[in-house]
């Protein structure tokens, strides 16, 4: 069984966004189009982990730039089709811990990479996050609530807490993906000592955190 993420992404990208036609979802993802369209009005956004652009194409409406990354060369492909409104947006591969030296942004976004990263790198990954923007820049993640029946059940968990899920893609291929499903709490709690400006929206399906940078 593979459990390198970055593959299993790779070899996802044709497939990815057939996760975000699930019905019951749809509410949601209108509400967190609208949330997310709303805070980057006119914002530089750099966004990691982009994957086949699908939150690009919405936050391009309502921002100013977007710089959209992400490791896998096979999902930037993907993201490059979109329209953009004419917007500036540009795509660059780039490992999020290992990003090229630039301007620092005053904003940035990650749609469905918290809860992919380790329990115990998640401080390594926020102070990585937070050298990439500039001071009062706004930072915004999105990810999943875990919803039984939506979800795919958690087969694994590790000694540190982190749950692991056993998922098959088209090919045939099974991958024991890390997925994390944080509480309000939990965030809360993770950011504290970093940012006393924080909101939290919890829709059903999904989680929305965004924080003003010290
Ligand atoms: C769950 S997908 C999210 C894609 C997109 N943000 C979305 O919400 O539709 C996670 C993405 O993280 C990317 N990724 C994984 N590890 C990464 C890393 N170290 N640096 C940059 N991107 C990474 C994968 O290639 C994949 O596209």
Redesign the pocket.
């Known amino acids: 069984m593979n459990t390198d993420?970055?593959s299993y992404?790779?070899d996802r990208a044709k497939e990815?966004e057939k996760i975000y036609a699930k019905p019951e979802r749809q509410k949601d993802l209108k509400a967190a189009t609208r949330i997310l369209q709303e805070i980057f009005t006119e914002k530089q956004v750099l966004e990691?982990?982009?994957?086949?652009g699908?939150?690009t194409e919405k936050i391009a409406v309502t921002a100013n730039s977007i710089l959209a990354?992400?490791?896998?060369q096979s999902?930037i492909d993907i993201a490059r089709k979109k329209d953009f409104w004419d917007k500036q947006v540009s795509f660059e591969i780039?490992?999020?811990?290992n990003f090229p030296v630039q301007d620092k942004f005053e904003s940035l976004f990650?749609?469905?990479?918290w809860s992919?990263i380790l329990l115990q790198d998640l401080d390594k990954f926020l102070s990585t996050v937070n050298s990439l923007v500039s001071p009062g820049a706004t930072v915004v993640f999105?990810d999943n609530n875990y919803v039984e029946s939506s979800n795919h059940p958690i087969t694994e968990i590790d000694e540190h807490g982190n749950s692991f899920q056993t998922r098959k893609l088209e090919d045939n291929t099974t991958h024991l993906v890390l997925k994390n499903f944080p509480s309000e709490t939990f965030l809360r709690n993770k950011l504290k000592d970093i940012s006393d400006d924080i909101t939290f929206f919890n829709l059903p399906y999904y989680w929305i955190l965004c924080y003003t940078t010290p």
Request: proline content about 0%; some cysteine.
């Open positions: 993420l970055v992404y790779k990815y990691i982990a982009c994957g086949t699908f939150w990354t992400d490791i896998n999902v780039a490992d999020i811990y990650g749609g469905f990479i992919h999105i």
